[in-house]
Structure formats: C-alpha cells, structure tokens
C-alpha cells in the first residue's frame, strides 16, 4: 500500500490502477499517517494500448482474469483524458502521467497546457522494443533514436520521461 511505501521512505507513490476515487483514498491515507509529504504521481491518462504487450509477456501472459482496459481509456476518444485529469487533480495528485508516450505526444501536449501540475510521460516497453528491434536490423541508429524519442516526448510538454532506455540515456548524457 501507498502507506507502506511512504514508511519504507518513499517520497512519492504511483498508482497505475487509473480507478475513480484511488487518489483522494491514498491521500486520505498518507495524510492520516503523517506522510503530507509524500507526493503522488497519478497514472491519470492511461491509454488501453497494444504497446504494452512486451510488459504483459514478462509477466507470463498478463492476468489469468479480468481485463485492466476497463479501467483504462479508449484511444479513439480524443476528449476523454479532460475528465480524468481535472477528477485525479480534484482528488489530490501532485504529478500525473500519460500513459504510453510516443503514441500520445498531442495528448501530452494538451496535458501541459491544461495543468500546473508536473507531467510523465511513460515510455512504455512495446515503444521500447520497436526502436531496439529496428537497431537490431540496422534500420535505426539506437543512440540517435532514444535521444530522438525523448526529446520529442520532452518537447511535447512532458518534464518527467519514465523510460526503459534510463540506462542508455544516462550513458548518452553522462
């Protein structure tokens, strides 16, 4: 739990479940412990997207019941992550993210211009695996491509990028 998390000394929590109500309930809980501190990045625009199949494989297959897109948005509703947004800030989110990133860059533009709040942006592991899969056949340089990419994430509005290509880029940048 979100408690637990801030006991152990973490001094920000994200939860990915993108459930009306979650934040306000977190913050409730944080606040009550004595963690007003403690910081919470909502996964408040979390896009129903195919790019996510690399993570769901890792996991053996994803969930053997339900399906996490009934609480995630459809991509063809250009509108929706308003209302998502503006319900998370309301409820107490101090940074909120949109989530896959690359397929999303006019979201995460509209996002900025919309909240003064941070914005991450997830880099999420199908968008990963495309650009490694295309180094791999040499179409793609794979430096230029993960600067490329995090730029145009970061220029979109983004001022955070949760990315798997963290360790690349601290090499790039270093």
Do not use: N
Request: hydrophobic residues 45%; proline residues 3%; contains cysteine.
């Amino acid at each position: 739990t979100a408690v637990a998390q801030a006991r152990a000394g973490a001094d920000v929590v994200a939860p990915s479940g993108m459930i009306d109500g979650q934040v306000a309930a977190i913050r409730a809980g944080l606040d009550a412990d004595g963690f007003e501190q403690v910081a919470i990045l909502s996964y408040s625009i979390k896009y129903a997207s195919s790019f996510y199949g690399p993570f769901r494989d890792a996991g053996e297959g994803g969930m053997t019941f339900g399906d996490r897109r009934d609480h995630q948005m459809d991509y063809r509703r250009a509108r929706e992550w308003r209302r998502e947004l503006e319900l998370d800030l309301a409820e107490g989110a101090d940074m909120v993210m949109v989530k896959p990133a690359l397929t999303y860059l006019d979201v995460i533009h509209q996002v900025r211009a919309a909240c003064d709040v941070p914005v991450a942006a997830y880099h999420v592991s199908g968008e990963y695996a495309q650009i490694c899969a295309a180094a791999e056949k040499g179409w793609v340089d794979l430096d230029a491509a993960v600067l490329e990419t995090t730029i145009a994430i970061r220029r979109a509005g983004a001022d955070l990028v949760i990315t798997y290509f963290a360790p690349k880029l601290a090499e790039l940048l270093g």
